[in-house]
């Protein structure tokens, strides 16, 4: 399995193989939320709790589509 180096604690964090760009993993060691943002190597960055819908992220996104779908 994967591993990276969790920004906030410095401990390494598994990453599912199957994981994907723009995914979202949880440090086992400090509980941070974390989003894969390379995948040659593995790098994580932190997501802040205001960040989840902010312009350009994959919830956004995914948020975005299902309001233009709407109208």
């Known amino acids: 399995m994967p591993t ?3 920004p ?3 401990e390494s964090v598994f990453v599912d193989a199957e994981s ?3 995914d979202t ?3 086992d060691e ?3 939320l974390l989003t894969i943002v390379g995948l040659d190597p593995i790098e994580l960055d932190p997501i802040a709790d205001d960040d989840e819908y902010d312009r350009g ?3 956004y996104d995914d948020y975005e589509d ?3 779908d709407n109208f």
């Open 8 to 10: 906030e604690c410095a």
């Open 4 to 6: 990276s180096v969790c």
């Open 66 to 68: 299902d309001y233009d």
């Open 20 to 22: 994907e760009q723009g």
């Open 57 to 59: 992220s994959k919830a």
């Open 30 to 32: 400090c509980g941070a």
């Open 25 to 27: 993993v949880t440090c």
